[in-house]
């Protein structure tokens, strides 16, 4: 292991972790709401729109995040609709988590008893009122241990983008490998890469998870 060769090339790692923060804060907060507005929609069971939104769901959960960004990066751009590297990165890893996003928020919507909204009824509270004060709160504290999975997963796929010629983590370590051959070295800082910024996160998930369920939410 040449350790010379690591510390030099440190930086180029840390500027491609700073973009994959950069793009998987800003995929996942527009995934939360894609999924959330799915997942209202079909728990309501709005007409046209339900059909709509469980369409998408299937489409993207049953398609690969690289499909989809090549057809953003190479196929959009036939049709007169040029968009950066960046900006396809953003909308494909936002096409993608939402649909799962959805389905832990649905999963935590289902799991609330009719009971809950129809004493809320009884009370003269609104449908509004009803999903902001007492489903909602109660849907999100119970997909949390989905949503964090969701949020690994999310980043875990950004190692996907250097297909479309994005300077990720997986795009800087192929650069080195291909120019200096040094294998070991590249792959290791790689890895090392992906620990600093899933650990904490993983970490993190459990103790909000563990938070939750002592305070009464969940099992």
């Not at 004493?119 to 999100?140: C, D, E, F, K, T």
């Amino acid at each position: 292991m040449n350790w010379d060769f690591i510390k030099q090339n440190t930086c180029l790692y840390q500027d491609a972790a700073l973009l994959v923060i950069r793009i998987g804060i800003i995929g996942i907060v527009l995934s939360i709401v894609v999924g959330m507005i799915c997942s209202i929609i079909q728990y309501y069971k709005i007409p046209i729109l339900k059909r709509v939104a469980s369409c998408y769901i299937e489409l993207s959960r049953n398609t690969p995040l690289l499909v989809q960004l090549f057809f953003l990066y190479f196929g959009l751009p036939k049709l007169g609709i040029s968009i950066s590297a960046e900006g396809c990165a953003i909308i494909g890893l936002t096409f993608l988590g939402g649909s799962y996003m959805a389905e832990a928020f649905r999963s935590g919507l289902e799991s609330i008893e009719s009971i809950q909204q129809e004493s809320a009824m009884s009370l003269g509270m609104n449908r509004l009122q009803i999903m902001q004060y007492v489903i909602l709160p109660q849907a999100i504290s119970l997909s949390i241990p989905a949503f964090c999975a969701n949020v690994i997963f999310l980043i875990k796929e950004t190692s996907v983008f250097s297909a479309i010629a994005l300077a990720d983590l997986m795009y800087v370590a192929k650069d080195l490998i291909g120019l200096y051959y040094k294998t070991d070295e590249a792959l290791f800082m790689l890895v090392i890469s992906y620990l600093v910024i899933l650990l904490p996160i993983s970490v993190l998930s459990t103790l909000l998870e563990r938070r939750l369920r002592y305070a009464g939410f969940g099992n």
